[in-house]
């Protein structure tokens, strides 16, 4: 009986942090955008692979200079991007009628946190010389992504509570056109807001001498990265979102409303650094995520698929994993969770939440040792697995043999499991 009230308050826990307003609007406006970051992963990846074997030479140049603006309207304006996406999910979270306007109001907050004067290398040049009026991709883009974050959200936010004050309403009556008169409603509060974050960017420079980039980046953004993306912190966000699948709640209640956006950040410095030519930053990061610790989906279940088949005694069980393989190859298992069962199946809790971390680890220190490249292209999640490894370490053979260990060792260790599942199942129905 304790046992089913803790499970009863942890699901309402869960399912309560699942809805909460500021992460679901976060997982919306990421998710959203994750087509764009897929985009600029492929023209990378193309542009330093595949065109570096076909062309050379000033046809190379001319070639690249596809991915290059791919990746110039895409990853290097990430930060924009996910602002106007936090605005407008946040206004349709909040049910506010004109969700349009919040996207504006959050782009146009963000840029007067941006520097009026920067530093920048001209062509040919070694040295670097202050210039006014521009917006270069290092504000805008990879490194703007956690300031877009928190501008976007306070702005929203802001803005919305203001538009609701039928004070700061100017109604011009019902007989202008819609698009004016929705305008005009929110004038005052569209004054207010971007006012209130230009006067914030003022008082940032002229009393520090810097800008909200440089803070968030210096005080939030690395401090919170180092932990959520840290081998041991993402081990224990990741775990713990898989343990939820056990109450039959989705994992994205942690993993994508806290640990996906860090981990989406990571790899698009990762993607702007191999694009650069330069050291690869992180480890840790979406692609290494999804291609080591979602092998068939949530808990890595097409080692369970495997292991079933090649142990199991089961009928339904077997049947099950049959129909299960085909979605599994290209991670998908919603079949597996719900038909398996893994929701409320306790002989499934240790290898369902045990394997994705163990591929976690494995290829962590793989990384790190240098068997094998880091994860430097965003693939889609539903990549088969060996491909998806290839893809996302840049074409380096050696992530298919680390993944491939970590397979097997996978349904190695379902292999008991299933035994076990197999014996439970037969107490229950016979």
């Known amino acids: 009986m304790e046992n089913s009230k803790f499970v009863d308050k942890f699901a309402t826990f869960a399912g309560k942090l699942g809805s909460q307003i500021h992460l679901r609007t976060l997982r919306d406006a990421f998710a959203t955008v994750m087509p764009l970051y897929i985009l600029a992963g492929l023209a990378v990846l193309l ?89 270069p991709f290092t504000n805008i883009g990879t490194g703007a992504m956690f300031a877009g974050v928190i501008v976007g959200l306070l702005a929203s936010e802001l803005f919305i509570k203001l538009s609701r004050i039928e004070k700061l309403q100017v109604n011009l009556g019902d007989n202008v056109p819609p698009a004016v ?27 520090t001498g810097m800008n909200l980039i440089n803070l968030i980046t210096t005080f939030i953004q690395e401090p919170l990265r180092h932990i959520g993306t ?61 291609v080591y610790a979602l092998m068939g989906g949530s808990g890595s279940t097409l080692c369970l698929l495997i292991a079933t088949l090649l142990v199991s005694r089961s009928a339904a069980a077997r049947n099950v994993a049959k129909l299960s393989i085909g979605p599994g190859i290209f991670n998908i298992n919603e079949p597996v969770i719900f038909g398996y069962p893994i929701v409320y199946n306790i002989s499934m809790a240790i290898p369902f939440v045990g394997v994705p971390a163990l591929g976690i680890l494995i290829s962590y220190f793989a990384t790190k040792v240098g068997l094998m490249g880091p994860a430097v292209i965003q693939v889609p999640w539903t990549t088969p697995v060996f491909i998806n490894s290839f893809l996302a370490t840049a074409g380096d053979w050696r992530s298919i043999i680390v993944q491939a260990v970590i397979l097997v060792l996978g349904v190695l260790i379902y292999m008991p499991f299933v035994k076990v599942n197999d014996k439970v199942s037969e107490g229950q129905f016979n």
């Open 47 to 135: 542009n330093n692979t595949v065109f570096t074997w076909i062309f050379k030479g000033q046809t190379l140049t001319n070639v690249q200079y596809w991915g290059t603006v791919i990746t110039n309207g895409t990853l290097n304006i990430s930060g924009l991007l996910i602002a106007v996406m936090i605005g407008y999910y946040m206004a349709q979270n909040r049910e506010f009628e004109n969700p349009l306007a919040v996207a504006m109001v959050t782009l146009a907050s963000l840029v007067t946190m941006m520097p009026n004067t920067v530093a920048i290398i001209p062509d040919g040049a070694k040295k670097a010389v202050d210039a006014s009026g521009l917006l």
């Open 181 to 207: 008169g929705k305008s005009f409603n929110v004038l005052i509060p569209v004054i207010l807001v971007v006012s209130i974050f230009a006067f914030v960017s003022a008082i940032l420079y002229n009393l």
């Open 230 to 290: 840290g081998l041991w912190g993402c081990l224990i966000l990741y775990s713990l979102g898989n343990l939820l699948w056990l109450f039959g709640i989705h994992h994205s209640v942690i993993y994508s409303s806290i640990l996906e956006p860090l981990l989406i950040i990571n790899i698009t410095e990762n993607i702007a650094a191999y694009n650069a030519g330069k050291a690869i930053p992180n480890i840790i990061n979406v692609s290494q995520i999804q």
